[in-house]
C-alpha cells in the first residue's frame, strides 16, 4: 500500500500524558502508541483558520463513515488555535486549549494564519499559538512524508523521471533551534536597530531526535542523511558530531551520511530518489520539507506527525491556511484526511483503520477526482470541490474492504 509508512510501528509516548515529566529515555518504537487500541477515543479536533473548518468538516465526515464501519467511537472535540483563537481570546494558543489537548487521546489540526493578524505583534500572532503548542506539548518530532502517488506524478513541476518512486521522511526537530532560542529580539544599538536570534541546541535535544530519525530510518531504507551548515556553524558541527555518535552507537546498521544545507536544498530537486530519511533541526527542517513537498506535486498532498517522548501527538496537514480561497469549496481535505490516518497509525494503535484512510484516498484519486490544486490541464480528470472530495473519500471507506495493515 503506497501511503503506508515503513515505520508503521513507530510510536513514542506513554499511556498517559503526566503533565512536568519529561522522560529522558528512549522508548522502544514498536510497543507503545499514545494510548492503547480502545473503543471510545477523545480527539481535539483544531479547526483554526482559513480553510481550515472547510477540510476539518470534510475529514469529520470521513471519520463518522470510518468509525461506523468499524465500530468505534471518536468524540470530536473542538479548541480554538491561531487566529480564530485571537479573536475571541486576544490569545492565539488560551490555556483552555492546551489542557484540552493534553487531556486527549491525540490532536488533530488544521492550519492557522491569515492576512488578517499579519501585522500583530509577534505575541498575538497565529503562529506564535502553533510554536507554544509545539513546545508546551513537548512536540520535538516532527515527520513530514513526500511520497510520490503515481496517480498526481504529473501534478509535480519537475520532470517525472525525476520524481517517479519518491519517498523521502523528513525528520525535522520542532521545539529547537533558532525558533526557540534565546537572547532574541529588536534592539538600538549606535542609533540603529539591530535584530539577532539564537542558533542554539543542546546534546540531549539533538540526541532524542537522532534516535527518532536513527529508529525511523531503519524500518524504512536504512539510509539516513543528516543535514546541517557544519562548515560555518559551531551549532552545526556539534549537532553533526552528536548524531555520528548516537548513529554508530545505537543504530549500527543505518547508512549515515551528511549534507550541508545549501547542498541538500540542490540534491533535493536535482535527484531526490538518492533520499531515504532525512534528519535535520527545525528551520533547515522547516525550508526543506516545503521544498520536499514539491515533488509531490501539492502541499496539499502532504499530511505531517508531531510527537513527543509521552502524551497525544498533533497531526496536521503540512500546508497553511490558504486565505485567498478560504470559504470557496476549493480546498483539497486529502492532506488532513491522511494526516487523521497517521493519528490513528501512531497515537490511536488503529494501524488497519489508518490502512482504509489510506487506500480510500488512493481511490478516489484512481477514480480521477482532482481538486484544483492537483489538476493539470487536459488530464481527463473531474475538478471537485472539498466538499465532494470529502463525500468520494468517505464513500470508498464504505464500501473498500477492512483488512489487516501489513505493518513492516
Ligand atoms: C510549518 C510552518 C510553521 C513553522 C509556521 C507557521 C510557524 O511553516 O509548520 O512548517 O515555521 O514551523
Ligand atoms: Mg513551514
Given at each position: ?21 519529561h ?7 514498536s510497543?507503545?502508541?499514545a ?5 471510545s ?14 477540510i476539518?468538516?470534510?475529514?469529520k465526515a ?9 465500530g468505534?467511537?471518536?468524540n470530536?472535540?473542538e479548541?480554538l ?18 489542557d484540552?489537548c ?10 492557522i494564519?491569515?492576512?488578517?493578524w ?5 505575541e498575538?500572532?497565529?503562529?506564535s499559538?502553533?510554536?507554544?503548542m ?10 513530514r ?9 504529473d ?12 519517498d ?11 525558533y526557540?532560542?534565546?537572547p532574541k529580539?529588536i534592539?538600538?544599538v ?13 546534546e ?16 524504512r ?15 552545526s ?42 534528519v ?9 520539507s516545503d521544498?520536499?513537498s ?8 502532504l499530511?505531517?506527525a ?13 500546508h ?16 488532513m ?6 493519528m ?43 466538499v ?21
Amino acid at each position: 500500500m503506497k501511503f503506508t509508512l515503513a515505520l508503521a510501528s513507530t510510536i513514542y509516548s506513554a499511556s498517559a500524558f503526566t503533565p512536568g515529566l519529561h522522560v529522558n529515555v528512549h522508548r522502544p518504537l514498536s510497543s507503545l502508541n499514545a494510548v492503547s487500541r480502545k473503543d471510545s477515543y477523545d480527539v481535539t479536533l483544531l479547526p483554526g483558520d482559513g480553510i481550515g473548518p472547510e477540510i476539518t468538516e470534510a475529514t469529520k465526515a470521513v471519520l463518522k463513515t470510518l468509525c461506523d464501519k468499524s465500530g468505534f467511537e471518536m468524540n470530536l472535540k473542538e479548541a480554538l488555535i491561531g487566529g480564530c483563537a485571537i479573536d475571541a481570546t486576544n490569545d492565539p494558543f488560551p490555556q483552555e486549549s492546551l489542557d484540552q489537548c493534553l487531556a486527549s487521546d491525540s490532536v488533530l489540526l488544521a492550519c492557522i494564519g491569515g492576512y488578517k493578524w499579519d501585522g500583530n505583534p509577534r505575541e498575538l500572532r497565529p503562529e506564535s499559538g502553533l510554536l507554544k503548542m509545539r513546545k508546551e506539548m513537548g512536540l520535538f518530532a516532527n515527520l513530514r512524508p513526500a511520497k510520490v502517488l503515481p496517480q498526481l506524478i504529473d501534478a509535480s513541476t519537475l520532470k517525472r523521471e525525476v520524481v517517479e518512486g519518491v519517498d523521502v521522511m523528513v525528520v525535522r526537530e520542532l521545539t529547537g533551534d533558532v525558533y526557540f532560542g534565546t537572547p532574541k529580539g529588536i534592539d538600538e544599538v549606535d542609533g540603529q536597530r539591530v535584530g539577532y536570534n539564537n542558533m542554539i541546541y543542546s546534546e540531549s535535544e539533538i540526541e532524542r531526535i537522532a534516535r527518532v530519525a536513527g529508529d525511523v530510518a531503519s524500518k524504512r531504507d536504512g539510509k539516513l542523511c543528516s543535514v546541517d551548515k557544519a562548515n560555518v556553524l559551531d551549532v552545526s558541527q556539534l549537532w553533526r558530531d552528536v548524531v555520528i555518535e548516537v548513529i554508530e552507537k545505537d543504530f549500527p546498521d543505518v547508512e549515515l551520511s551528511h549534507m550541508y544545507v545549501d547542498n541538500a536544498a540542490m540534491q533535493l530537486i536535482r535527484w531526490p530518489k538518492q533520499f531515504d530519511t532525512i534528519v535535520c533541526g527545525n528551520i533547515f527542517g522547516d525550508i526543506l520539507s516545503d521544498e520536499a513537498s514539491m515533488l509531490v506535486g501539492s502541499l496539499g498532498m502532504l499530511p505531517s506527525a508531531s510527537i513527543g517522548e509521552s502524551g497525544p501527538g498533533v497531526f496536521e496537514p503540512c500546508h497553511g491556511s490558504a486565505p485567498d480561497i478560504a470559504g470557496e469549496n476549493k480546498a483539497n481535505p486529502l492532506a488532513m484526511i491522511l494526516s487523521a490516518a497517521m493519528m490513528l497509525r501512531y497515537d490511536l494503535d488503529r494501524a488497519d483503520e489508518a490502512q482504509l484512510l489510506e487506500d480510500a484516498v488512493e481511490a478516489v484519486l484512481d477514480q480521477g477526482l482532482r481538486t484544483a490544486d492537483i489538476k493539470q490541464d487536459g488530464d481527463g480528470c473531474e475538478l471537485v470541490g472539498c466538499v465532494e472530495m470529502g463525500k468520494a473519500v468517505a464513500a470508498q471507506v464504505e464500501s473498500l474492504e477492512l483488512k489487516s495493515a501489513v505493518t513492516v
